[in-house]
């Protein structure tokens, strides 16, 4: 007897289920109307090698509202020069929007380079923040594989705002991709909140989360990153190599330091924030 086209149709639902490659990563979306905007923070890991200078135009930002997000000590000379390493965390201050009924920061544009793919653009260069398919629509691209050199794109980056509060306290949110071996415990711990605050957040049913996935993190509006950097004095006063608030940090730190050299290109001390590949300096 001829099965009817509706079973050869499950069979294929379910095979294509089955298949580990086609599980998507997530990202919090916050619906809006308007044209407001509010003050957020795109968690990005460097790719390379860059100036701070370099980072800040990525993302057309200010330099120094990248020194100050990170707490890294703006007096110092010619501070926005120098190099920070590949594999660095950093906060990256944006303005999020509101475009096409959904928040998202819609201020960077790219120039693509020579061996640029929407993939290499999107998983290296911005670190997963942007998928291949947001970077193509948002610029009409019918033909990913025939991009032209020195061409402008516009890069929509994950953002929101929640009206600027959290639990009713004034609150900025860090747009975070999920890293293999983070969980959700691990990072409220790393961000002073709670699971259940970053449940909440992200309307999430329950608590498993994939590398690749992009949550919202509150973070209070006064900027942790000035009592970070407090802590780090206490612990360790000025110009200490490798100082950190914990043992386990302090290790990971100097280890990573010592091994590139006695005393580190910035003349300045380093530390470390709450995730263990969150350095920044601190003069």
């Excluded at 990525?58 to 120094?64: G, H, N, R, T």
């Excluded at 998928?131 to 929101?160: F, K, V, Y």
């Excluded at 699971?195 to 942790?224: E, F, K, Q």
Aim: net charge negative; glycine share 6%; proline share 7%.
């Amino acid at each position: 007897m001829e099965r009817p086209p509706f079973f050869l149709l499950l069979l294929l639902v379910l095979h294509l289920l089955s298949l580990p490659f086609l599980s998507f990563s997530k990202s919090t979306i916050e619906p809006c109307t308007g044209s407001d905007s509010c003050p957020a923070l795109l968690g990005y890991t460097l790719y390379a090698d860059l100036k701070v200078s370099e980072v800040a135009a990525l993302f057309q930002a200010d330099p120094i509202a990248v020194l100050t997000a990170n707490a890294i000590d703006i007096s110092v000379s010619d501070v926005e020069n120098h190099i920070l390493p590949a594999g660095l965390f950093l906060r990256i201050p944006t303005l999020c929007s509101c475009s096409d009924g959904i928040r998202k920061s819609v201020s960077t544009r790219y120039k693509t380079r020579p061996a640029d793919t929407l993939t290499s653009i999107a998983n290296s260069i911005f670190a997963g923040l942007a998928s291949p398919d947001q970077i193509r629509e948002a610029n009409g691209i019918s033909d990913p594989s025939a991009l032209d050199i020195g061409q402008t794109l516009l890069i929509p980056l994950p953002c929101t705002c929640f009206n600027s509060t959290d639990n009713n306290l004034p609150a900025i949110y860090l747009s975070y991709v999920v890293k293999a071996g983070d969980t959700v415990t691990a990072i409220a711990t790393s961000y002073s909140t709670t699971v259940t605050d970053i449940m909440n957040v992200n309307a999430m049913g329950n608590p498993a989360i994939r590398p690749g996935d992009i949550i919202a993190i509150p973070l209070p509006d006064n900027d942790a990153a000035s009592m970070r950097q407090d802590c780090y004095l206490k612990a360790c006063g000025r110009g200490i190599l490798g100082c950190a608030c914990s043992m386990r940090q302090l290790s990971c730190c100097k280890s990573y330091w010592e091994g590139t050299s006695s005393s580190n290109d910035y003349g300045m001390g380093v530390g470390v924030g709450p995730n263990i590949s969150e350095i920044f300096l601190i003069n």
